[in-house]
Nanobody, 120 residues
Framework: QVQLVESGGGLVQTGGSLRLVCAAS????????MGWFRQAPGKQRELVAA???????NYADSVKGRFTISRDNAKNTVYLQMNSLKPEDTAVYYC??????????????WGQGTQVTVSS
C-alpha cells in the first residue's frame, strides 16, 4: 500500500558529499516521523537522523555537524544531505516513514536501501 523509494547513494572520496532522497507514495493520510537508519559491515543498525512532521530533528552524535535531514511534506519526501563524509559512514542507508493510512493505524515503512561507500 505504501512504497518508499530511495536514491542518491554512491561511491565518494573522504570529505565528499552525497544527498540521499526518499519518496513515499501510496495510501497515505499523514506521515509522522521520517528518517534514516544505516547498517555498516559488522555493525548493528543505527539511527542516523530523524525528523518530525513539524520539522524537529534528531541526529546521531557521529553525524552531527556533517549531516542535515530535511523533508518536503507536500511531496512526502525526506532528504539526507551528507557532507564531510568519512570511511566510517560507509553503510547501506535505509529510509523510513511512520505512515497513517486513510483507514489504517500508524505503521513504519522502509525503503529498499541505498549503498554509500566512502573511500579512504
Amino acid at each position: 500500500q505504501v512504497q518508499l523509494v530511495e536514491s542518491g547513494g554512491g561511491l565518494v572520496q573522504t570529505g565528499g558529499s552525497l544527498r540521499l532522497v526518499c519518496a513515499a507514495s501510496g495510501s497515505i493520510f499523514s506521515i509522522n516521523a521520517m528518517g534514516w537508519f544505516r547498517q555498516a559491515p559488522g555493525k548493528q543498525r543505527e539511527l542516523v537522523a530523524a525528523i518530525t512532521s513539524g520539522g524537529t530533528t534528531n541526529y546521531a552524535d557521529s553525524v552531527k555537524g556533517r549531516f542535515t535531514i530535511s523533508r518536503d511534506n507536500a511531496k512526502n519526501t525526506v532528504y539526507l544531505q551528507m557532507n564531510s563524509l568519512k570511511p566510517e559512514d560507509t553503510a547501506v542507508y535505509y529510509c523510513y516513514a511512520d505512515v497513517t493510512g486513510w483507514r489504517t493505524n500508524e505503521y513504519r515503512y522502509w525503503g529498499q536501501g541505498t549503498q554509500v561507500t566512502v573511500s579512504s
